[in-house]
Nanobody, 124 residues
Framework: QVQLVESGGGLVQAGGSLRLSCAASGRTFSSYVVGWFRQAPGKEREFVGA????????YYADSVNGRFTISRETAKNTVYLQMNSLKPEDTAVYYC?????????????????WGQGTQVTVSS
């Protein structure tokens, strides 16, 4: 399994931006799908977006489409989640996840490696 370490969370005002990072160790991301999820207090873990590493394909939840972008940096074996035009309802703990699979997966149950999570708080 690949080990994942996230960073980049914090407090930002509504309309602001943050970039989260998900760095892999143990294995490279080749032939992996990397997903981003979030979980607000009292709510279930929610799909945000995912990227299939080999093809670079991405897919986003409707709630973030057009505001969030997933990208990768192969040399650093890192995936990024760029979040723009943030809203208070984006406040949550954000997790990256990975699975050795080359297609987009949207259910958290399908991923087998998880990062520790990073808090994102958007103030109004």
């Amino acid at each position: 399994q690949v080990q994942l370490v996230e960073s980049g969370g914090g407090l930002v005002q509504a309309g602001g931006s943050l970039r989260l990072s998900c760095a892999a160790s143990g294995r490279t991301f080749s032939s992996y799908v990397v997903g981003w999820f979030r979980q607000a207090p009292g709510k279930e873990r929610e799909f945000v977006g995912a990227m299939s590493w080999s093809g670079g394909r991405t897919y986003y939840a409707d709630s973030v489409n057009g505001r969030f972008t997933i990208s990768r940096e192969t040399a650093k074996n890192t995936v990024y989640l760029q979040m723009n035009s943030l809203k208070p309802e984006d406040t949550a703990v954000y997790y990256c996840a990975a699975k050795g699979w080359d297609y987009i997966l949207i259910s958290p149950l399908e991923y087998d490696s998880w990062g520790q999570g990073t808090q994102v708080t958007v103030s109004s």
